[in-house]
């Protein structure tokens, strides 16, 4: 199984950005998807995922900005990612499988992909 994410990028404080992650290979369908972050001398977070029910989880700090969406007939999750702030500036990191709520159970990962809000 591979996961490719795109669409990262440079974008000004209060843009938008689409990420987008596809799943190839030998595919079950993957209870959860979506991605995490990490910035420079910080963790890997939780950004958003999306279940097949569909249902979705956020972080505190993008609620109301972020929307995770997800097309299972294509195997792909989408984030928009609005409004956003220089403390958006990280590396995100696809993920999918059974869970996304420990970096630890993740069962694939993508590449990361590099959002940058300049301050």
């Known amino acids: 199984v591979q996961l490719q994410a795109s669409g990262g990028g440079l974008v000004q404080v209060g843009g938008s950005l689409r990420l987008s992650c596809t799943a190839s290979?030998?595919?079950?369908?993957?209870?959860?998807m979506g991605w995490y972050r990490q910035a420079p001398g910080k963790q890997r977070e939780l950004v958003a995922s999306?279940?097949?029910?569909?249902?979705?989880n956020y972080a505190d700090s993008v609620k109301g900005r972020f929307t995770i969406s997800r097309d299972n007939a294509k195997n792909t999750a989408y984030l928009q990612m609005s409004s956003l702030e220089s403390d958006d500036t990280a590396v995100y990191y696809c993920?999918?499988?059974?869970?996304?709520?420990?970096?630890?159970?993740?069962?694939?990962w993508g590449q990361g992909t590099q959002v940058t809000v300049p301050a």
């Open positions: 290979g030998t595919i079950f369908s993957f209870n959860a």
């Open positions: 993920a999918a499988g059974g869970s996304l709520k420990f970096a630890s159970r993740v069962d694939y």
């Open positions: 999306v279940t097949t029910e569909p249902n979705t």
